[in-house]
């Protein structure tokens, strides 16, 4: 088996740093496995599990991805990956959960307290503030994994917070 490396890269948002990063690991022959990217405010963050040739070492992979010209000015790190690659029955999403509204300091908490309640393991979390008319919007969309036996009384306790905070709750079966 190839050896993995988690490759992370946190910098400006621009035009081009999907491509430039996910061709450059092309071009050095690594196969990506989970991989995620989000703009956080002006920045952005690219993150992935790797499989790396055995010719390529994490810090040639570092050095190389560093010196790439989309990648002015960030933070580059790749390290070993120790976790198995092969996501366990806890990261099969069941169930995509949304919530919007205006902003409620500890949201987040208080959301994620319910899915751990009953048992619900977050795969994907995603927090937006948005523009809209009104001024802002939060949105938040959750990607969970929900054991049967416990879905409608989960989502039924997340469209009960959401509805005493005033917020828009959407939630979908996959």
């Given at each position: ?12 948002d ?24 989000a703009?956080?405010?002006?920045g952005?963050?690219?993150s992935?599990?790797?499989e790396l040739?055995d ?7 570092e ?7 989309e990648l002015?000015?960030?933070?580059v790190k790749v ?9 366990g029955p806890?990261?099969f ?7 919007s509204?205006?902003?409620q300091p ?7 307290e319910i899915f ?12 937006q503030?948005?523009p809209?008319r009104?001024g802002?919007?939060?949105?938040l969309?959750?990607?969970?994994s929900i054991?049967p036996?416990?879905?409608?009384t989960?989502?039924?306790?997340v469209?009960?917070?959401a509805?005493?905070?005033?917020l828009?709750c ?5």
């Amino acid at each position: 088996m190839a050896a993995l490396a988690l490759v992370s890269t946190f910098c400006p948002d621009r035009v081009g740093l999907v491509s430039g990063i996910t061709g450059h690991l092309f071009e050095l022959g690594i196969n990506l496995r989970d991989a995620t990217f989000a703009s956080l405010g002006t920045g952005a963050e690219f993150s992935a599990v790797c499989e790396l040739p055995d010719t390529v070492t994490v810090e040639e992979v570092e050095a190389s991805l560093s010196a790439q010209p989309e990648l002015a000015g960030a933070q580059v790190k790749v390290t070993p990956f120790d976790f198995d690659p092969v996501p366990g029955p806890q990261a099969f999403v069941t169930h995509r959960v949304e919530v919007s509204g205006g902003d409620q300091p500890g949201l987040v908490a208080r959301l994620s307290e319910i899915f751990t309640q009953f048992e619900a393991n977050i795969v994907r979390l995603d927090a937006q503030t948005l523009p809209d008319r009104a001024g802002e919007r939060y949105s938040l969309r959750f990607s969970v994994s929900i054991p049967p036996e416990r879905v409608d009384t989960c989502l039924a306790a997340v469209a009960n917070t959401a509805e005493a905070l005033s917020l828009n709750c959407r939630t979908e079966a996959l």
